[in-house]
Every structure is written in structure tokens, then in C-alpha cells.
């Protein structure tokens, strides 16, 4: 009995294997939905991302989610909050493992501007999460009308605090004395700040539309 049931586990495991072998999208994230990418939906996203300030980092960024986007401006500018999310929230991880590594010694300033920085993307963190649970609320309720523009108005507020957020962590090294730390995390956030710029920009489209 014993045999017969590792033998079944060992088909099962086989069956499995072999199964996402061949069919890799099974286990893809939302958003990339498999396959080749719809024409018109890729061509939707770098139309929609020829609006942002860096057309070619949205365009990248997003167009492997594009069967998940098709042309939806409130699933576009969902997918891009999440990507901005997934930046920040990495590069806030970063951050506060410098400030257990670097050695700054009695350079108070640098020290400083570093765990004001790792405040501040924190607070980044938190707030385009908000933004992505009001989008997501949105896409749920499907909700119109004056109900639809204050949740739109929410998101807005808060990825825009985000940016600025994330804007002050550069700022708060401008009187430090330039050494590796230094530029390593003024370029690595001033990419994230790209990233939350882009999305900020697909927010606003929608929420100009006025459609949920």
C-alpha cells in the first residue's frame, strides 16, 4: 500500500512538473496573461505613454502586462501604481540596510540625510499603497459620478505626496559631501522617482476621463 501510494505522489509530481514546463503562464503574475501580446493593447500603452515625462521606462515597464491591460485606462494606471510600488518598495529596503552598513562615523550629516531618507520612502510606500487599494476599490465597485472623482482625488493626493516624498530624500543629501553612498542612492531614487512619475501621470489621464 505504502508503494502504491509513493508511486501515485511520484506520477503526481511528474504530472506537475511537466505541466508547467509546458505551460509557463500558469504561474505568471497578473498581468502578463500569457501569450502573445495583443497589437492594439501595446499600441495603447505606448500611446498612453507618450504622455508621461519618461516614455520609454512606461513603455518598458509596462507592456509585458499588456493582455492584462488591453485598453483600459483605469487598469493601465492600476498596473503602473503597482509597478511604482514594487520600486519604492525595494529601494526603501535598500536604503535601510545602509543605514546599518554604511560607515559614516562622525559624518552626522550624511548619517542623517540617510535615515531621513529611509523615512521618507517609507512614507512613499505607504502612500502609493493607498493609492493602489483605492484603485482597486474602484475597479470593484465600478463607482460613477461624484463617488468616482473623490476616490480618483484620493489617489491623486497620494501618489503626488509620494513623489514629493520621494523628492525630499534626494534633496536632504544636496549638502552632503559627495562619496559613493551618496551617488548610489541619489541615481537608484531618482530612478524610483522616474518610475512614480509615470504613474502619477496615468492617474491623472484617468481620472481627466471621468470614466471607472
Not at 505606448?46 to 485606462?73: G, H, K
Not at 475597479?139 to 480618483?152: D, L, V
Request: proline residues 3%.
Amino acid at each position: 500500500m505504502r508503494t502504491q501510494l509513493l508511486r501515485l505522489f511520484v506520477s503526481l509530481l511528474l504530472f506537475a512538473a511537466t505541466f508547467f514546463h509546458l505551460h509557463p503562464t500558469a504561474t505568471a503574475t497578473e498581468g502578463h496573461g500569457g501569450g502573445y501580446a495583443d497589437s492594439d493593447a501595446i499600441d495603447y500603452i505606448r500611446t498612453s505613454c507618450n504622455t508621461t515625462l519618461y516614455p520609454d521606462i512606461c513603455f518598458s515597464s509596462l507592456s509585458p502586462f499588456a493582455n492584462a491591460i488591453q485598453q483600459n485606462p483605469g487598469k493601465l494606471a492600476r498596473v503602473a501604481i503597482t509597478v511604482s510600488l514594487s520600486r519604492a518598495h525595494e529601494m526603501a529596503s535598500y536604503v535601510n540596510n545602509l543605514t546599518r552598513e554604511a560607515e559614516y562615523g562622525a559624518n552626522s550629516r550624511a548619517s542623517s540625510a540617510l535615515h531621513d531618507c529611509f523615512s521618507n520612502l517609507d512614507d512613499a510606500v505607504h502612500e502609493i499603497r493607498g493609492s493602489l487599494k483605492q484603485m482597486r476599490q474602484i475597479g470593484a465597485a465600478g463607482s460613477g459620478g461624484e463617488s468616482f472623482r473623490f476616490q480618483m482625488s484620493n489617489v491623486q493626493t497620494w501618489m503626488s505626496a509620494a513623489l514629493t516624498d520621494e523628492e525630499t530624500c534626494t534633496d536632504g543629501f544636496e549638502d552632503v559631501p559627495e562619496d559613493p553612498v551618496k551617488s548610489d542612492v541619489c541615481d537608484r531614487v531618482t530612478g524610483v522617482k522616474k518610475f512614480t512619475s509615470n504613474a502619477l501621470a496615468l492617474v491623472n489621464n484617468y481620472a481627466n476621463r471621468g470614466i471607472p
